[in-house]
């Protein structure tokens, strides 16, 4: 199953630190873009590159760039906003695909409200975010929209992931890769992430 958990040090670290209920939205917000920046390092490390040729400053010499049209980064509204400045921090060129979202807390259905997909998605390589992947409903509806736009390339950053919103993704589009800092346990009965983080959306927004 292509979902890649990323134990480094600093994730683990920065992921303790937003588990704690008593951490402020100031710094719940600056672990998640941190976090962010971190898992798009190990999410692009296998981009294919192409040669070119620069002046530099002893003369003409061979270097390397990105192959390929910019990378489309795609946050979820609204929570996926918070870890979108992490990700351009890295990829400022990246072109943004706004995708909203509401997961309807009674049926637990992803119900879409919003669909601003960038062109040329056929060539570009669609890096989606949100902080959390729990029933999967909201990723699996993401993933729909881009994939009938044409796009052939997606990878998934969540912060953390329930085993049920990995399988579910992984059912239905076992080629998307998902990278995140956890996986978790298990949802509780009312489809939240345990331990998880509470509601992301809530934590990052001030909305508690
Ligand atoms: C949260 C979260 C995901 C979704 C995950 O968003 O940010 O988008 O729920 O749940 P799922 O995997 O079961 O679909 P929510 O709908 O609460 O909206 P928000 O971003 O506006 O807070
Ligand atoms: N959305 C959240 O914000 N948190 C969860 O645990 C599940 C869905």
Known sequence: MPVHEISHPL???????????DLSTKNFREMAQEVASLLTYEATKDLPMEPYTIQGWCGELAAEKIAGKKITVVP????????????????PGARVSAVGIARNEKTLQAQPYLEKLVGQLDQRLALIIDPMLAT??????????LKKAGCRSVRALVLVAAPQGIE????????????????????????????????????LFGTR
Do not use: C, Q
């Not at 994730?11 to 209920?21: D, N, V, Y």
């Not at 800092?181 to 489809?191: C, F, M, V």
């Open 168 to 203: 579910a993704v992984f059912a239905r589009y076992p080629d998307v890769h998902i990278y995140t800092a956890s996986i978790d346990s298990h949802l509780n009965e009312n489809g939240y992430i345990i331990p998880g983080l509470g509601d992301a959306g809530d934590r």
């Open 76 to 91: 979820i509204l609204r929570a996926g906003i918070g870890m979108l400045d992490g990700v351009l921090n890295l990829i």
């Open 11 to 21: 994730i683990r670290h920065k992921l303790g630190l937003m588990r704690r209920a």
């Open 136 to 145: 999967g409903g909201s990723m699996l509806a993401t993933i729909d929209m």
